[in-house]
């Protein structure tokens, strides 16, 4: 199993409309970004991610999974943009902020840290860790 961070703007997509699809999930759709279309490319069924609430709040919400691999991006004319579909599974105990993240040394290198604007993104299993221990799971 891999893990990620889905970012998204929560007055546009937020968590609560994420958990509101059910064990159906969403199309995580409308990215425009080479990087982040490869690394839905690379997930697989069953990863984990963090949801990440970005501009409003800049926080850790919650962990989704991937319920359908990598397909064409229903919002996009344009075959080159692919989408994965996410499925919440569970709100964090314990919202861990942007801030939180910078503060923690062990997590300097996470790509939150270094590239905080792109939107799918890795995140090795020792920072799921860290993270999961920060948000109370």
């Known amino acids: 199993m891999a893990f990620w961070l889905f970012k998204s703007e929560p007055d546009t997509w937020s968590w609560d409309q994420q958990v509101a699809k059910g064990e159906d999930g969403e199309e995580w759709g409308g990215v425009r970004n080479y990087l982040?279309?490869?690394?839905?490319?690379?997930?697989?069924?069953?990863?984990?991610?963090?949801?990440?609430?970005?501009?409003?709040?800049?926080?850790?919400?919650?962990?989704?999974?991937?319920?359908r691999e990598s397909e064409p991006d229903s919002t996009a004319d344009d075959p080159r943009w692919d989408c994965v579909m996410i499925k919440a599974v569970q709100p964090v105990p314990e919202p861990v902020t942007l801030e939180d993240v910078k503060g923690a040394p062990e997590l300097a290198d996470m790509v939150l840290v270094k590239n905080s604007r792109m939107s799918v993104q890795p995140v090795t299993e020792r920072e799921w860790a860290i993270v999961c221990k920060m948000a109370g799971l």
């Open 36 to 67: 982040a279309r490869n690394n839905m490319r690379a997930m697989k069924v069953g990863d984990r991610g963090f949801f990440y609430h970005s501009n409003i709040g800049k926080q850790i919400v919650g962990i989704v999974e991937v319920c």
